[in-house]
């Protein structure tokens, strides 16, 4: 194996741009994914009063940075479904509605863990 590759700089910055990018354009252009940052904006410092434990803070705060997780890949497969044709297909429907499911299971999913996380001590 070429240990240099490993430490390939420019390829790092390339990856680091296409990334940055990425964010923006959901920024811009996601709505959702505007309104689930501005809840971790709120929420991860809230984690740092709240949580007892490093293990309490680190559980809460990646439960909210899960939900924008999952939403970029909700957002990344309906960009592709939509770029495929906006005609109405079941598996167009299937897909779009699978990814958002996966987000609404992310937020239960962080709601629980913090209710969990305050009401359990």
């Known amino acids: 194996m070429n240990h240099t590759s490993i430490f390939n700089i420019p390829r790092l ?14 920024f811009k252009t996601e ?3 505007r309104q689930e940052l501005v809840l971790c904006i709120l929420f991860i410092p809230l984690a740092f009063y709240v949580g007892h434990s490093l293990a309490e803070k680190v559980v809460l705060i990646f439960s909210i940075f899960l939900i924008l997780i999952v939403e ?8 592709i479904v939509d770029r495929i ?12 509605d699978i990814s958002s499911a996966a ?15 305050l009401v359990l001590r």
């Open 103 to 117: 987000v609404l299971i992310a937020l239960v999913n962080a709601g629980v863990v913090w209710i969990l996380v």
């Open 13 to 26: 910055f390339r990856t680091l741009y296409y990334s940055l990018r990425g964010l923006i354009t959901a």
């Open 85 to 96: 044709g906006r005609e109405h297909h079941e598996l167009s429907a299937r897909a779009k």
């Open 31 to 33: 709505t959702a994914f």
């Open 72 to 79: 970029l890949i909700n957002s990344a497969i309906e960009a």
